[in-house]
């Protein structure tokens, strides 16, 4: 295994082609991506304590693997990180705050407090931990191309907080947009939904969504609303709240 910690140096990638780094790659300095796509493909060997800054029209992918952010690490910039089945653990004294966010699978992780004030698009994707996640930007949750796919997930004691504006579409026949997560039978504190800004649910001719509360925890995971929440449909298209007591679709209360 190799690790490439970078202490007391800096590392720039300044031309526009891809650059694969394949091993495991933990960052204590600072990682500049100036143009292209930097892919961390093998996790990182224990927290990164340093500063990644992603320039306008640049973008880090993370692939498939863990990856932990320490004290002192920072994820900036105008550009975009990308998670594709990756695990991001954000602990104590780390930052997010990058301009976009593509959360496409995976997790993120971890007991920091984050919050996203840029662009943040969701699919298929799970909000982990006892960190507060602040989205107060432009969120928009998609659907992975399954139609029972799970938009944005949350479990784990995670605390998710919209201050910004959260639009889900649905085109298929159902999706569910939010999804509290059994959590393996825990009663510990699944997790919590805040909507302090906006939530725009839109659905299509003869679809539905739904927020979804797995399992008969209702007293461990929350939905509060104390913002705005806009519910469109187009035809018979409608949004609903429902308690799913088994894995499969069918058994539900409205």
């Given at each position: 295994e190799i690790s490439l910690g970078l202490v007391g140096s800096e590392m720039c990638i300044r031309d526009s082609t891809h650059f694969d780094v394949g091993v495991t790659f933990t960052n204590n300095n600072l990682v500049n991506v100036n143009s292209g796509v930097l892919y961390l493909l093998g996790g990182s060997n224990g927290e990164a304590t340093g500063d990644m800054v992603i320039a306008s029209g640049a973008r880090v992918e993370l692939d498939s693997h863990s990856f932990q952010f320490g004290s002192g690490a920072e994820v900036s910039g105008d550009g975009t990180l990308q998670f594709d089945g990756a695990t991001?653990?954000?602990?104590s004294g780390s930052t997010l705050s990058v301009a976009n966010l593509k959360l496409n699978s995976g997790t993120l992780n971890g007991i920091a407090d984050i919050s996203l004030p840029g662009n943040t698009t969701i699919s298929d994707f799970t909000f982990s931990g006892t960190g507060d996640k602040t989205l107060s930007g432009n969120t928009t949750l998609q659907r992975s191309?399954?139609?029972?796919?799970?938009?944005?997930?949350?479990?784990?004691?995670?605390e998710v907080i919209n201050t910004g504006t959260l639009t889900a579409s649905n085109s298929g026949s159902y999706g569910n947009i939010i999804y509290f997560d059994l959590n393996g039978g825990s009663s510990t504190g699944n997790g919590i939904f805040r909507n302090l800004g906006t939530v725009n649910t839109n659905v299509d001719d003869s679809a539905f969504s739904r927020i979804v509360f797995d399992g008969a925890n209702l007293t461990y995971n929350f939905f509060y609303n104390q913002g705005i929440f806009n519910a469109t449909g187009s035809g018979s298209g409608y949004t609903q709240f429902c308690l799913l007591y088994t894995s499969d679709a069918a058994d539900e209360e409205d």
């Open positions: 991001g653990t954000f602990n191309g399954s139609e029972a796919s799970k938009f944005l997930r949350i479990s784990s004691g995670a």
